[in-house]
C-alpha cells in the first residue's frame, strides 16, 4: 500500500486462502487505529480506497524488515533450529 491510494479488490485479490470476514475487518481495524484512511465514493458499483496515514506510512520500516526476515527464513528453514 506504498501507493497514493489502494482499492478494497486490489487488497482482496493479492490475499488468498483466508475467509470473506478477514480483508473487511482487518482495514476496519487499522482505520480505528489510525494506520489508514478510508474513502468511499458514491458510486454504482460502490468504490473503496484505502491510503496510509503518517503513522501507517512510519510502519514501513518495520513491514520491510519483517518480510525481509520471512524471506530468508522462508529460503533458509534448514539452518535455524527449534
Not at 478494497?8 to 475487518?25: F, Q, R, V
Amino acid at each position: 500500500m506504498e501507493r497514493e491510494s489502494t482499492r478494497y479488490c486490489d487488497i482482496n485479490n493479492l490475499l488468498s486462502g483466508i475467509s470473506e470476514k478477514t480483508p473487511t475487518a482487518q482495514p476496519r481495524e487499522m482505520e480505528q487505529d489510525g494506520i489508514i484512511t478510508r474513502v468511499v465514493y458514491p458510486e454504482m458499483p460502490p468504490r473503496v480506497e484505502y491510503q496510509l496515514t503518517s503513522l501507517g506510512h512510519s510502519l514501513l520500516p518495520v513491514y520491510d524488515a519483517l518480510m525481509s526476515w520471512g524471506e530468508h527464513y522462508a529460503n533458509n528453514k534448514e539452518n535455524f533450529t527449534r
